[in-house]
């Protein structure tokens, strides 16, 4: 699991270097923001291409949103993780403070925690003790969910989601770009539902989930936020 009770590290033993938390906080922010650059990006440009064929002001629209999108992309992310792992640093170091003197109630939590899980009752106690002798904070931290020793990192997240943004809007402004007129719209609808439909698949093999609901989900939410900014463009006529 990535778990570990303390820095004590046993002879033989294959430490993992991301935990599951580390790795899945990292793919969440990839995958949101892969999306994000590829369906709010490829609204923007086909609204704008709906308004108007310069390529220009396609271009410019397209580029804007890309950069614009991409640092608030990573803006949000790293804000948004920081508050989490405030949060944790937190429960740490209550948790902490509380273990101080007070070992019979971190054995108490830590037999309820494993009794929960299924262990037998004497079991549970001698492992409590086992887990709370080799470090107490640890092993109760692990109880509230929290590992101390691999809390989340927000540049981890703000640098995955900026970049993935990038690569996820870099497509549908390519597709506006290198297609004629007549079949810039609907070559770059086909690209980005493409795109999506990977994109959820690729997200949901990672995550070990259903994949046929991640590209559904995917593939409908960027057709409906490409087909209402289409319908926003037509209603406007820009001069080429």
Known sequence: MGITLGNGREPGVEVRQDSTAARLNKLRAGVLGANDGIVS???????????????????TAGFAALSAGAFSMATGEYISVSTQ???????????SA???GHLDGILDALVADLRHRGVAPEAARQAAAQMAEHDAVGAL????????????????????????FILGAA??????????????????????LFALALTGFISARLGEANAGRAVIRTMLGGALGMIVTYGVGTLFNVPA
């Open 141 to 164: 931290s692990c109880v509230e969910g929290i590992d101390p020793d691999d809390l989340v990192n927000p540049w981890h997240a703000a640098w995955a989601s900026f970049f993935s």
């Open 171 to 192: 497509l549908p402004v390519a597709s506006i770009l290198l297609f004629p007129p007549g079949l810039r719209i609907p070559a770059t609808f086909v690209a980005v």
């Open 98 to 100: 509380a273990s101080r």
């Open 85 to 95: 792992r405030d949060t944790e640093s937190a429960i740490v170091e209550r948790v």
């Open 41 to 59: 990006v490829a609204a923007t440009v086909i609204g704008v291409a709906a308004a108007t064929d310069s390529v220009p002001i396609i271009a």
